[in-house]
């Protein structure tokens, strides 16, 4: 994957529930890692090993949608038009310049002009964009409900966005507009009991969701977003070199299949 320049990696399931993975990516091209500074090319603020972590997906039956480029090179989980989702906080933007803390992506005057932009909106957001929507669309028609799944990773401290430690898992539904309620208590209750596993929650606390959830959520039409953020650390190490670690891996993967589960048994309960 780390080599690939396609614009994503799909794998169509057979049940009504896509998993999408737009931090995932790890490729920056070369014309672009050419104006971009040594710390831009660690990839820090990478989701790393999200495949991996999720390994079950084909046995469940989900279809899966993983980005192949850097978020540093566009961020697929935010508007293409750069509005702030969390008016008033800071966050980084559709091409970030700056990582999460606050170090520069690019070297002095080779930061993305507008043109460039569009440029990488067409080639790269686009593409990921018409095929998660075109996968929702054949699930709603096939299935009568579409089911998304947002899975995000990230540090666990992080202090340009939030104070001490986040919670490991943060389900984000919009503020309760991007799936049924009932299916938010549902995966609420799955998380509240990792918490004898030593996992930590938030529903809708500082991550409601990103743009993915906010736009393909519309539970009026049967298609319900969510998204999870977790904490890098229940999983992997959190400095270089990221390496994975199945140890902690297997601990939190029980329940990442309990929600997928869940996602799953109400589609089944709901379809139309």
Known sequence: MNTTIEKFI??????????????AGEYIPPEIAASMTPVALQM??????????YDFLHEIG??????THSRYVIDLNRPRDNVNLYPGQD???LCPIDTFHKEA?????????????????ANHWEPYHNQLQNELQRMRAEHGVAMLWDAHSIASVVPRFFEGRLPDLNLGTASGS?????????????????????????????????HITRHYGKPEQNIHAVQLEQTQ??????????AFDEERAARVRPTLRRFLQAMLAW??????
């Open 267 to 272: 589609a089944d309960a709901h379809a139309l």
């Open 105 to 121: 992506l690019y070297q002095d005057g080779k930061q993305p002009d507008d043109n460039e932009i569009q440029r990488r909106i």
């Open 62 to 67: 989900a279809s899966v949608l993983v980005a």
């Open 178 to 210: 991007s799936c049924a309620p009932e299916l938010a208590q549902q995966l609420q209750l799955i998380a509240a009991l990792a918490t004898d596993d030593g996992f930590s929650h938030a529903l809708n606390g500082r991550f409601k969701g990103g």
């Open 10 to 23: 799909f794998r169509r399931g057979r049940l009504p529930l896509l998993v999408s993975m737009p931090h």
């Open 91 to 93: 966050t980084t933007g």
């Open 233 to 242: 650390i229940t999983y992997m190490e959190e400095q270089l070199p990221f």
């Open 44 to 53: 820090a603020d990478t989701d790393w090993h999200m495949p991996l972590l």
